[in-house]
């Protein structure tokens, strides 16, 4: 981030002099090298100590806390959504292969489709002209339909591409060739002996959407007016907010971490030859 919040104090004050912007760097210890500043900070969030938010004149923990669950909320049922809806459009593509071609289109129109015209085309249909849900804000569940559906739209066309590519190829596996002859039903086939196969690419792509889940969506955010993870990072970046950025970012990075882990775990549960 260019600058420091000295350097802005100094251009919203024209009174503040040198002298006063050098005193005011040494007591926030500004005046150090980069990493002993890193290597202060991070020794003080070990300790609990995350500091307190320069644009928001509070400690920074209680900013976080609203903001990650609201993201959590819209992301976490919008990847549900867009992870249900995107398996059952591949397992058709899989089972019905006349149908593919579609499902590929659907998919590919939802991956170039900019999620903030989206969210404009739902305001002005479900908000403005029926008047059947609110614009945005954050209230109750009537709030997060238009940005959860703008969302999921958004996040199912990578989920629906891997899952019909991945279960069409598991369906063509010996195995499956095998219970197919001994009578098991096409559906029983599909769910219970392919997707499992097929899952391991789809948890890679869940895993790396984990991190959206904290970090939050910063445009949908916006257009819907709703205070999540993505605007209070946005804020605090453009701010020079260093206790605010750096935390947000922290358990952006740990989540994301921690999400891979629980994937390649899950992986290995699921095809024991990648423990080999």
Known sequence: MPGDPIDLAIAGDPRLTTEDAARLRALHG???PLMARYLAWAGAVLQGN???SRLFAQPVAQLLGPALLSSVKLLG???AIAITVGVGLGGLAALKPRLAPAVQGLALFAQAVPSFWLGLLLIILFAVQLGWLPAGGDGGLSFLV??????????LASYARHAASALTAAMGEPHIRTARAHGAGE???LWRHALPNAGVPLLTIAALDAGALVSGALITETIFARPGMGKLIYDAVMGNDFNLALLALLVVAIMTMLATLAADLAQRWLDPRLSR
Not at 146 to 155: G, N, R, S
């Open 146 to 155: 238009l940005p959860v559906a703008t969302l999921a739209f958004a996040h």
């Open 187 to 189: 559906g029983r086939l």
């Open 77 to 79: 049922l919008a990847l």
């Open 30 to 32: 500004l005046d150090q």
């Open 50 to 52: 995350f500091g307190h």
